[in-house]
């Protein structure tokens, strides 16, 4: 990992909250909280239910954007803008993979039907940190 890479991990690093934004059918931008987990890689992923609407949207318009770190400015704090693809998963393998059992308060288990991942492949992410107004930029040269 490069040294931006590592700032990056240093945020995402471990489960939390983001903001994520999909494009409504009605083709206006939808922000909800997620929780996402990151892979060494950097892709991210969380768990939805297959009818929800960030579910639908996905299916319809895979461009994401997601915000996260530390959200509650104006402290001295650092955040991530994170545009990418997401990918619907709802095979038994990837749901027994990364099923957790506090999400039972959702589903009824992995073989629940309703019960998705979603996977964001990031194309491009910019480290907000303190005392600039400039980002720092990673970005992936393939297109959305």
């Known amino acids: ?8 991990w240093k945020i995402l ?4 909250t983001a903001a994520l934004a999909t494009i409504s ?18 892709s991210l992923n969380f768990c939805t239910g297959l009818s929800t609407r960030k579910a639908v949207e996905i299916a ?27 990918e619907i998963r709802a095979d038994a393998a990837t ?3 990364y099923w957790q059992q506090e999400w039972r308060r959702y589903f009824t288990g992995p ?3 309703d019960y998705i991942m979603v996977f964001i ?3 491009r992410m910019e480290y907000n940190g303190p005392g ?7 970005e992936i040269q393939k297109q959305l």
Not at 2 to 8: A, F, G, M, Q, R
Not at 13 to 16: C, E, I, S, V, Y
Request: proline residues 10%; aromatic residues 8%.
């Open 1 to 8: 990992m490069n040294e931006l890479e590592e700032k990056i």
């Open 13 to 16: 690093g471990k489960a939390q």
């Open 25 to 42: 059918v009605s083709g206006a931008p939808w922000v909800r909280y997620v929780t996402v987990r990151t892979e060494k890689d950097l």
């Open 60 to 86: 319809a318009n895979p461009l994401v954007h997601l915000t996260c770190g530390n959200l509650q400015p104006p402290d001295d704090s650092v955040f991530l803008q994170i545009a990418g693809r997401a």
């Open 95 to 97: 749901k027994h993979k």
């Open 111 to 113: 073989d629940d039907p």
């Open 121 to 123: 492949r990031p194309v």
């Open 132 to 138: 600039s107004f400039f980002p720092e930029v990673w």
